[in-house]
């Protein structure tokens, strides 16, 4: 399943605040890029997850805030990836998300 453009509108509404953005189109799901720096996911079930470096890390942790891991089929094995789950809380509120993406750049 890929995202729709409804879905993709929203992601970049949330966001607008950390300013100019691009996107790529990636596994159905999308990248959102500002200056050349990818520093969120939508992924292609729609859940949006802000990329963690550095500080952000913690930060993420300390807030409860879901990390993205995965494992291969047929392996015990888990990946954790360096991308967060944004909260509910979070999706209907444009200026909050936006705050949380600026850090989220900040420390990339």
Do not use: C, N
Not at 1 to 11: D, F, K, L, N, Y
Not at 59 to 76: A, I, K, L, M
Request: no cysteine; charged share 25%.
């Amino acid at each position: 399943m890929a995202v729709s453009e409804e879905q993709i509108a929203h992601a970049l509404e949330l966001f607008a605040g950390v300013g100019p953005m691009t996107t790529r189109k990636m596994f159905g799901g999308l990248g959102i890029y500002r200056d050349g720096q990818i520093f969120a996911v939508l992924m292609s079930d729609g859940v949006l997850k802000l990329k963690g470096a550095g500080d952000m890390i913690d930060v993420f942790e300390d807030q409860g805030w879901e990390r993205w891991t995965y494992s291969r089929e047929g392996s015990e094995k888990v990946t954790a990836m360096p991308y967060w789950t944004v909260p509910d809380d979070l999706l209907d509120d444009p200026e909050a998300a936006s705050a949380w993406a600026q850090r989220a750049i900040e420390a990339l």
